[in-house]
T-cell receptor, first 112, second 114 residues
Framework: DQQVKQNSPSLSVQEGRISILNCDYT??????FLWYKKYPAEGPTFLIS?????DKNEDGRFTVFLNKSAKHLSLHIVPSQPGDSAVYFC???????????FGPGTRLSVLP | NAGVTQTPKFQVLKTGQSMTLQCAQD?????MSWYRQDPGMGLRLIHY???????DQGEVPNGYNVSRSTTEDFPLRLLSAAPSQTSVYFC?????????????FGPGTRLTVT
């Protein structure tokens, strides 16, 4: 059973609007979360992270929100741009010295 | 810096053949790992290493071997290829296994086993 779930395989958004990508996890002991972005024929690249001691982290157009009680995190992209079209992976770790568990990914398409 | 490099980019094997996927990094990273990506499954950890001479199993290690004789290189060996090993393989490296440090991924190797 997957410990990290991304229940939307794909998402389409108009350019300039907000993109919201969701991620749910089952293990309440996860305490560090990452989002990676992947373009076709390339490896994933790190986007943004959040520790369980926070409920929000921002980096430019990207904001990650963490709701520990719901075991849910989301990535907001505002405003969305066509170059944001990619597969987004959510990943979770039990903490220092532990490997990350990845979700299956959500393919975002930003339409001009 | 070249970052993380992987060779080959594509490979087709017949069932039962063996091969080695190469991975190298020039960032002096201690932590290196191998993942496979399958549709609907995300990235699953095969093996990882926290330094030269130290390797450990990840989530899906069966059918694969690794070694880490140098800091720079972390090859993945398929001992006897099976169709279930058809996948895209990514190598990654990081300064350490600590969550303080992001992982850098290579461009991937697409493997097909017939």
């Amino acid at each position: 059973d997957q410990q990290v779930k991304q229940n939307s395989p794909s998402l389409s958004v108009q350019e300039g609007r907000i993109s919201i990508l969701n991620c749910d996890y089952t293990n309440s002991m996860f305490d560090y979360f990452l989002w990676y972005k992947k373009y076709p024929a390339e490896g994933p690249t790190f986007l943004i992270s959040i520790s369980s001691i926070k409920d929000k982290n921002e980096d430019g157009r990207f904001t990650v929100f963490l709701n520990k009680s719901a075991k849910h995190l989301s990535l907001h992209i505002v405003p969305s741009q066509p170059g944001d079209s990619a597969v987004y992976f959510c990943a979770a770790s039990l903490g220092y010295g532990q490997n990350f568990v990845f979700g299956p990914g959500t393919r975002l398409s930003v339409l001009p | 810096n070249a970052g993380v490099t992987q060779t080959p980019k594509f490979q087709v094997l017949k069932t039962g053949q063996s091969m080695t996927l190469q991975c190298a990094q020039d960032m002096n990273h201690e932590y290196m790992s191998w993942y496979r990506q399958d549709p609907g499954m995300g990235l699953r950890l095969i093996h990882y290493s926290v330094g030269a001479g130290i390797t450990d199993q990840g989530e899906v290690p069966n059918g694969y071997n690794v070694s880490r004789s140098t800091t720079e290189d972390f090859p993945l060996r398929l001992l006897s290829a099976a169709p279930s090993q058809t996948s895209v393989y990514f190598c990654a490296s990081s300064y350490s296994i600590s969550t303080d440090y992001e992982q850098y991924f290579g461009p991937g190797t697409r493997l097909t086993v017939t």
